[in-house]
């Protein structure tokens, strides 16, 4: 295929085919990547994944590098259903939140083996680290913010340092998640959601 050909391929998508198509390739990367490591990964492979050509893919991403990070963006968000919880009780969406850590379904784990990949390649990649910081800033300021309206409420005990407990609760989980994939003979499902329930036990307000 020529690259007239590819643009005007491009050209004539609709918004909504075109987001239905980056989210197929996106999706197909995080697949590769869990199952076969970043450096195992070609784009060849995504645009079979995807059903497209690699003219297309190249198209919309500049680069392997462009790709991944893009890929991260993709599946390292907020909770898909937050703002149908934005009403509830703190304590409630923090739950919410954290329940995908303790993997209850092959594509949590499948998830999280990506992370890890994309994790041990931003330890070596400066653009890569930058934009997963930027990424946590965002997660740390969610969770900063349901834990002060859960103080504000009296649900949370009002004695708790915020930013500590942030700290602490990112990273449990993140610990907790990568253990389910490195270590999990001794940190199973169940295991990692009955710790994750005893450290919000703990943050919880003694009753009146």
């Known amino acids: 295929m020529t690259s007239e050909e590819i643009f005007k391929d491009a050209q004539d998508l609709t918004a909504r085919e075109v987001s239905s198509r980056r989210v197929d390739v996106l999706r197909a990367v995080a697949n590769l990547i869990a199952e076969h490591g970043i450096d195992g990964m070609s784009m060849r492979q995504v645009a079979d994944a995807a059903g497209l050509s690699t003219g297309t893919i190249n198209y919309y991403f500049r680069n392997k590098q462009t790709l991944i990070a893009?890929?991260?963006?993709y599946v390292y968000s907020?909770?898909?259903d937050r703002d149908a919880l934005r009403n509830k009780p703190a304590l409630e969406q923090i739950r919410n939140a954290i329940s995908i850590f303790s993997f209850t379904t092959e594509g949590h784990r499948r998830w999280w083996r990506f992370w890890l990949?994309?994790?041990?390649?931003?330890?070596?990649?400066?653009?890569?680290?930058?934009?997963?910081?930027?990424?946590?800033?965002?997660?740390?300021?969610?969770?900063r913010a349901l834990i002060d309206a859960g103080r504000e409420d009296r649900e949370l005990r009002p004695d708790i340092d915020v930013d500590e407990?942030?700290?602490?609760?990112?990273?449990?989980?993140d610990g907790l998640a990568t253990h389910q994939i490195i270590n999990s003979r001794s940190v199973n499902p169940a295991r990692a959601a009955h710790l994750l329930e005893r450290f919000l036990e703990s943050l919880t307000a003694p009753p009146a």
């Open 165 to 173: 407990t942030v700290d602490t609760l990112l990273a449990l989980i």
């Open 70 to 73: 893009a890929a991260m963006d």
């Open 78 to 80: 907020l909770p898909a």
């Open 117 to 143: 990949e994309y994790a041990a390649r931003a330890a070596r990649d400066q653009d890569l680290m930058d934009s997963h910081d930027e990424r946590y800033t965002r997660q740390r300021r969610y969770f």
